[in-house]
C-alpha cells in the first residue's frame, strides 16, 4: 500500500497571502493519479485538483497542483477566507489500494 | 456531475452489520469508466478509503478492513451499497459515497453502541 504523508499539519496565513501544501508519497503514484480535496466541517469533501495538476471543473485557478513520481504539492496563490479548511491528498492509481494523506489544515488568520 | 445521497441506519450495535446505500442521480451506476466508492471519517481523524465497487461490478477492498467488507451494485434502482461486518465503536463515522473522486454524498453519521 502506498502511504501518503502530508506536510504540515498545520498552516495559518492571512488573507492574500500563498500556501504551499506538500503531499510525499512512500512509492512512486503511477500515471500521477494524485487528487486534492478540500473539506470543511460538515460538508462533502471537494475534489479541486486531480491527475496531479488538473483543476475540476469550477474550481478558481488560485489553486493550482504540481508533481509527480513521489511528491506533489498544492498552492494556493492569494488565499481568501473561505479557503479555511483541511486539504487531503489522495492517490488512486495504485490498485487495488487507494489510500488518503492525514491532511493539512488551513487556518485563516 | 452525478449527485449522490447516503442512507441507512444512524445506530448499529457492536457485532452486527452495518448497512448502507448510495443512491445516484443524475447519471447511470453502470455507464463506463466510473468507481463508486466508500470513504469514512471516524471523530477528530482524516478521511479513510474503504473500498470501492467498479461499473463492471469488480470490487476492490482497503486491506485493513478486507475481511469484513462487501459492496455490490443495484443496477436497476441506480444505487450500490456497502456492508461492514462485526462493528465495533472504531467503525462509529461519518460515512460518505462517492464517484470516482469528483462527487460525493454529504454523508452519514453511523454510531456502534449498545
Known amino acids: 500500500e502506498i502511504v501518503l504523508t502530508q506536510s504540515p499539519g498545520t498552516l495559518s496565513l492571512s488573507p492574500g497571502e500563498r500556501a504551499t501544501l506538500s503531499c510525499r508519497a512512500s512509492q512512486t503514484v503511477v500515471g500521477s493519479y494524485l487528487a486534492w480535496l478540500q473539506h470543511k466541517p460538515g460538508q462533502a469533501p471537494s475534489l479541486l485538483i486531480y491527475?496531479?495538476?488538473n483543476r475540476a471543473a469550477g474550481i478558481p485557478d488560485r489553486f493550482s497542483g504540481s508533481g509527480s513520481g513521489t511528491d506533489f504539492t498544492l498552492t494556493i496563490s492569494r488565499l481568501e477566507p473561505e479557503d479555511s479548511a483541511v486539504y487531503y491528498c489522495q492517490q488512486y492509481g495504485y490498485s487495488p489500494s487507494w489510500t488518503f494523506g492525514q491532511g493539512t489544515k488551513v487556518e485563516i488568520k | 456531475h452525478v449527485q449522490l445521497q447516503e442512507s441507512g441506519p444512524g445506530l448499529v450495535k457492536p457485532s452486527q452489520t452495518l448497512s448502507l446505500t448510495c443512491t445516484v442521480s443524475?447519471?447511470?451506476?453502470?455507464?463506463?469508466?466510473?468507481?463508486w466508492s466508500w470513504n469514512r471519517q471516524s471523530p477528530g481523524k482524516g478521511l479513510e478509503w474503504i473500498g470501492y465497487v467498479y461499473y463492471t461490478g469488480n470490487t476492490y477492498y482497503n486491506p485493513s478492513l478486507n475481511s469484513r467488507v462487501n459492496m455490490s451494485l443495484d443496477t436497476p434502482n441506480n444505487k450500490f451499497s456497502l456492508h461492514l461486518s462485526s462493528v465495533t465503536a472504531a467503525d462509529t463515522a461519518v460515512y460518505y459515497c462517492a464517484s470516482d473522486q469528483t462527487s460525493w454524498g454529504q454523508g452519514i453519521l453511523v454510531t456502534v453502541s449498545s
Open positions: 491527475g496531479a495538476s
Open positions: 443524475g447519471g447511470s451506476i453502470d455507464s463506463g469508466g466510473f468507481y
